[in-house]
């Protein structure tokens, strides 16, 4: 049986894909925006991945996740192998393929991707996205302090000039779209709609694990960034202290 572990983001899409999936022992979602906090994302990871392993009746683990600021390495489980997209975020679980991402962001580097789990997180850049900084910053800051933090978000948010929308058909509303032309209107961006691709993700919930697409990663091993096209890979962790 297999135990999935998904941020939130996906959840929709996730429950969708896996509605006819008998072989789904359980689905658990974590909260988006954990890879802000790599460590912290790591430790709640570790819980899930742990309780899954207490399950007698699980024999392997699906993250939902890309590398995800690597807040998925060195994960320890002792008894069922994880299994991971070769991803460096979830943009690849939506696009269906890491090279085809990898084409697209040599195409257009400058990239934002939008998509319906994360457009109603709020976190994507947009007019609502500064309106509630400024609010949530001005209940616990001077105004110098917030002015200061604004211009720090102004500073990243100046690293981007194109908004992507991107979805799995699940979910997906014209409002979501709108939304996305929106904000690039907003920040002076292009825009542009991409098609999603459910390949991926639906074959990772599926078990269809192939080398090129995914690491399965044995009990004793962690997961590690490379510095080639295979994204991650597996090495043996030394014993717990």
Known sequence: MLAVIACNVLEE???HLAANCRHIHSLVFLPQGLHNEPARLQRVLQEAVSAAEAEPTVDAIALVYGLCSRGVENLRHERC???????????????????????????????YWYSPGWIRSQAPPGPERTARLRR????????????????????????????AYVGLGVGETAKDKDYTRHCAACLGWDFDLVQGDPALLRALLAGEWDERRFLIVPPG?????TADDAIIRAVPLPPAP
Not at 88 to 109: I, S
Not at 150 to 158: D, G, L, N, S, T
Not at 221 to 225: E, K, P, T, V
């Open 13 to 15: 899409e996730v429950r």
């Open 81 to 111: 192998p994880i299994v991971i997209a070769r991803a460096h975020d979830c943009v690849t679980l939506f696009l269906g393929d890491k090279d085809r991402y990898a084409e697209y962001l040599r195409q257009h580097p400058g990239t």
């Open 136 to 163: 949530e910053y001005a209940e616990r800051f001077d105004a110098d302090e917030v002015e200061y933090l604004m211009e720090m978000e102004a500073h990243w948010i100046a690293n981007y000039n194109r908004a």
């Open 221 to 225: 091993h962690g997961i590690r960034l």
